[in-house]
Every structure is written in C-alpha cells, then in structure tokens.
C-alpha cells in the first residue's frame, strides 16, 4: 500500500515537473521569436539590383563607426533597419526614413527649419551634421559609403 502511495505521489510530481518543463519551453520560445523577428525583417531578400534596398536591410555591409571613435562597427550593428524600423511592440529607436519624415520641413534636434535631399542625407551617412548643420546622436553611426551607394540608398528611402 505505501509503495503503491509512494508510486502514484512520484507519477503526479512527474506530471508537474513535466508541465512546468513545457511552460519554460514555450515561455524560451516565445521570447525567441520577439527577440528575432526584428532580425527576420532585416534578413527579407532584396531584389539583387536594388543596393539601397541591401544596404537598409543590412544585406550590402557597410563600414561604420561612431563618432570621435574611429573602431569600426560590427556590420550587424551598422543596418539601417535596425534603429530606424520599429516593431508592432516598440517604436524605432531613430526617426523614420521615408519620403514624408525626410522631405518634410522640420526642426530636428533644436535646430532651424531644414529638410532632406540627397545631398544632405549623405552628409548626414557619412559625417553625422543634418541638413541645418545640427550634430546627430552620437549613436548614428558615420559610414564610409560611396557616393553610388549613398544615392541608391537615398533612392530607396523615398520610394520604400
């Protein structure tokens, strides 16, 4: 009787530390798949002609550093995607890069009026000054781009 007793107590804790065992795993998976979605996104397939497209997502590694610190970057580090894209959980760490946010006059950072044309917004890649002359964050990276891959990066922000 207490062996019998005995058996069916190890059965039902069995059963708990089973159920518990299947609860972390789909609490581990779950974060998996919000920690590496953004990540997903970054890895969607460009059209192998369209650098701009490559260059966003990550897929056309660029060389980068930050300013006053010339150690460059990682190239996971250096995607466009990853601040300038939010999440249906979180917003984007930096601001938009779409035709309206980029055409559109506005002050940033402080400063005076400005907007965005192709000129400026690879001064602001490369050198980290925004088109009224205004520093940015010093979390922006400055690549080392070729005026090429500027422009089709330039292209595919105001048409993506």
Known sequence: MARRRFLEARAAAMRVAFVAFVAVVAVVAFVAVVAIAP??????????????????????????????DERPLPSFATRCVNCHVGTSTKPAFAPPLTHDALLGVASRRGGPLSHYDATSFCRAVKDGIDPAGVLLRKSMPHYRIADTECQALWQYVMHR
């Open 39 to 68: 990540l997903a996104r970054a890895q969607t397939a460009c059209d192998p002609a369209d650098m701009g497209c490559a260059i966003f997502n990550g897929q056309h590694p660029m060389t980068a550093h930050l300013r006053d």
